[in-house]
């Protein structure tokens, strides 16, 4: 027999199904930005407390150092690894019903 309580219904359509498709376009933009980073970025970027020099701190943009990015990286890449575990993907996609947004960047 079918759930057909409306809460359920409602919170599947409204929170369930946005909550995967945003789960699995997150895998996908940090798995690019993973890429990026160790092929472009990382070499560039010592992990240590040199500023990145960027133009928008004079806006208010709080200072971001090497220390900082890499250890975004470290987080992003152990979420990753996270999602990449057995039959997480499949857990996430099964509820999704919009198809994969492709970022650009």
Known sequence: MAIDNPRVVWWTDAVARPLAEK??????????????????????????????ANIRQAQG????????????????????????????AGTIGRPCVRPLRILEG
């Open 61 to 88: 943009v709080g200072t971001i150092t090497g220390a900082d990015l890499n250890g975004l990286v470290s987080q992003a890449a152990i979420l990753a690894a996270a999602l990449d575990a057995a039959g997480v």
């Open 23 to 52: 789960i699995r376009d997150l895998k996908a933009e940090i798995d690019d930005a993973l890429v990026t980073w160790y092929d472009q970025i990382a070499p560039l970027t010592p992990n240590d407390s040199t500023p990145i």
